[in-house]
Antibody, heavy 123, light 111 residues
């Protein structure tokens, strides 16, 4: 069965960096686009970034553009989110999710999700 | 930030039917992009409930159904059960923002 397991969350000071990972199993990882989605405490879901099946194309939400970078290693079935210059408003549970398709910006659904990892940005 | 608007909460008695609206604009739902629905119990993995406006993934009961018209979409839950009490989100794509967008979320309460 499809499994997505996030890791790397924790408490970090404003302005510092953190890298999240998502380990995928149960499907051909290299065939699907992948996303990061977050949920701040008491708030709704917010899409963060997407990367194509081969890692050649990615796109980030305006709220994180220039600070966060999505990447993947298909040889390791792993998805990453490098988060730099973190702000208090980045505090959230971060989920990785698998797209239904291989390419990005197509409007397809997020078919499978992980349980999330909590990132807390606080001094 | 959310660009799709949902009611904050809806409620119904067991066995009743409830609907959740999702209102967008000409750059997302109205532009022809599909609407998808997720069920999310906070602290757990969100679950795809409806995709491509009205299609159910395998294993989702037919008590859940979706529809889309113009710049809006709806999720209907018939035969409401206690286990349906959680949060629901619609999602689409916005061509102006070049971003995937979620609704504001709706908490369903079973009375």
């Amino acid at each position: 069965q499809v499994q997505l397991v996030e890791s790397g969350g924790g408490v970090v000071h404003p302005g510092r960096s953190l890298r999240l990972s998502c380990a995928a199993s149960g499907f051909t990882f290299s065939s699907y686009a992948m996303h990061w989605v977050r949920q701040a405490p008491g708030k709704g879901l917010e899409w963060v970034a997407v990367i194509s099946y081969d890692g050649r194309n990615e796109h980030h939400a305006d709220s994180v553009k220039g600070r966060f970078t999505i990447s993947r290693d298909n040889s390791k079935n792993a998805l990453y989110l490098q988060m730099n210059r973190l702000r208090a408003e980045d505090t959230a549970v971060y989920y990785c999710a698998r797209d239904r398709y291989y390419d990005i910006l197509t409007g397809y659904s997020f078919e499978y999700w992980g349980q999330g990892t909590l990132v807390t940005v606080s001094s | 930030q959310s660009v799709l608007t949902q009611p904050p909460s809806v409620s119904g008695a067991p066995g009743q039917r409830v609907t959740i609206s999702c209102t967008g604009s000409s750059s997302d739902i109205g532009a022809g992009y599909d609407v998808h629905w997720y069920q999310h119990l906070p602290g757990t993995a969100p679950k795809l409930l409806i995709f491509d406006n009205n299609r159910r993934p395998a294993g989702v009961p037919d008590r859940f159904s979706g529809s889309k018209s113009g710049t809006s979409a709806s999720l209907a839950i018939t035969g409401l059960q206690a286990e349906d009490e959680t949060d629901y989100y619609c999602q689409s794509y916005d061509s102006t923002l070049s971003a995937y967008v979620f609704g504001t979320g709706t908490r369903v309460t079973v009375l």
